[in-house]
Every structure is written in structure tokens, then in C-alpha cells.
């Protein structure tokens, strides 16, 4: 993956962190089940800092 393809995963997966947080506030608010959302938000953080490390390793 080139240095372009990595920036634009992880707007994406930004976009993606940002939507299910606000899933995961209404959620809350209406007393939902948020174990999923939760878990979704950890491994798409997990990904975008594996993604942030990749970028500093890459060269262009």
C-alpha cells in the first residue's frame, strides 16, 4: 500500500469510528445493547494506529 491508499483508509476508517460512535451514543441514551459498537470502535482504532504506524514507516 502506497503512502495515498493508506491516507485514504484511514479517513474511511474514521468516517466509519465516527458513525458508530454516534450509534453508540443514541444506544446509551435509549438504554441499547452497545457490547457490538463497543467493540467495533476498539478494533477500528486498533486499525487506523496500526495504519498511523504503517504511514510513518512509509516513504513518499
Do not use: C, F
Not at 19 to 31: C, H, I, M, N, T
Not at 36 to 44: G, I, P, Q, S, Y
Amino acid at each position: 500500500m502506497n503512502r495515498k491508499e493508506i491516507e485514504a483508509e484511514i479517513e474511511d476508517l474514521k468516517a466509519d469510528y465516527a458513525r458508530l460512535s454516534a450509534d453508540l451514543e443514541k444506544l446509551v441514551y435509549v438504554g441499547g445493547r452497545t457490547e457490538h459498537n463497543e467493540d467495533e470502535l476498539e478494533r477500528l482504532a486498533e486499525q487506523i494506529a496500526g495504519l498511523r504506524k504503517q504511514l510513518q514507516h512509509t516513504k513518499e
